[in-house]
């Protein structure tokens, strides 16, 4: 059984039959939301909000600790995380699905480890490699197999939020290596990491990021509705493709 954390414009899954919804209680205080637990393409499959149901939830306020031990607990496979994010790269076009295959961290104040504290051991984890190789590909052939189009690898930079960033941060993180940004790939990530579940994430370029193309002088918040209402029909038909080719 695998995991879908749900982000910006995916609060739910067309198709997705609803079994139960499970409240979990955490060490780490309260996940985004129940637990959604049900069938989508005849496969088992657990949903999460990653910002409420409502979408009330900040990127900076989410309780990611919450969120992934809660899905650890429920004894999931493997994470999927969808995540609206801004094109850096000039050919990520707005309404492109992506595959992050790196991050740079530009959060800050968040907690983002499990082993912190007087009664938990020093901890290294090895992050060369953020997102889980084998979900990668699987999503891969996913697409391959409905005809859509994915860009197969790209370095994510996660930004703090709530607040778009500015044209100069953009042209930094161009710099930097940058080809997408968001506020929520980190520290999830390398919370996985640590619970040990595997994990990646499929992006949706939802906007220019600002100062790139039709975001050189604003970026437009209908634009980026309009666009999530196309995308994410395009992000629910992948991910039952991708489901479908797991074992029941």
Not at 51 to 79: Q, R, S
Not at 115 to 129: C, K, L, M, S
Request: glycine share 10%; hydrophobic share 40%; net charge negative.
């Amino acid at each position: 059984m695998y995991a879908v954390i749900g982000g910006s414009g995916l609060t739910q899954l067309s198709e997705f039959e609803i079994v139960r919804k499970d409240v979990m209680r955490t060490p780490y205080g309260e996940p985004s939301g129940v637990l959604t637990l049900g069938r989508l393409a005849g496969r088992d499959l657990v949903f999460l909000a990653r910002h409420g149901y409502g979408h009330t939830i900040a990127p900076h306020e989410i309780n990611y600790l919450a969120n992934i031990w809660a899905l650890k607990e429920m004894g999931v496979e493997g994470i999927i995380s969808v995540a609206s994010v801004g094109g850096i790269r000039a050919d990520l076009y707005t309404g492109s699905l992506v595959i992050p295959d790196q991050i740079i961290d530009h959060t800050h104040s968040r907690r983002n480890t499990f082993f912190e504290g007087a009664d938990q051991p020093v901890v290294h984890i090895d992050f060369t490699h953020p997102y889980t190789e084998t979900l990668r590909q699987a999503l891969k052939v996913a697409a391959q197999t409905i005809g859509e189009e994915v860009f197969d690898g790209a370095t994510y930079a996660c930004t703090q939020g709530p607040r778009l960033e500015t044209r100069a941060e953009i042209s930094k993180l161009e710099r930097d290596g940058a080809d997408i940004v968001g506020m929520t790939g980190m520290p999830e990530a390398a919370l996985a990491r640590e619970a040990d579940v595997p994990y990646a994430a499929l992006a949706v370029v939802v906007n220019p990021a600002a100062g790139k193309g039709s975001s050189a002088q604003t970026v437009s918040m209908e634009d980026i509705k309009k666009t999530l209402d196309v995308s994410m029909v395009k992000v629910c038909k992948l991910l039952s493709a991708f489901v479908a080719r797991t074992p029941n």
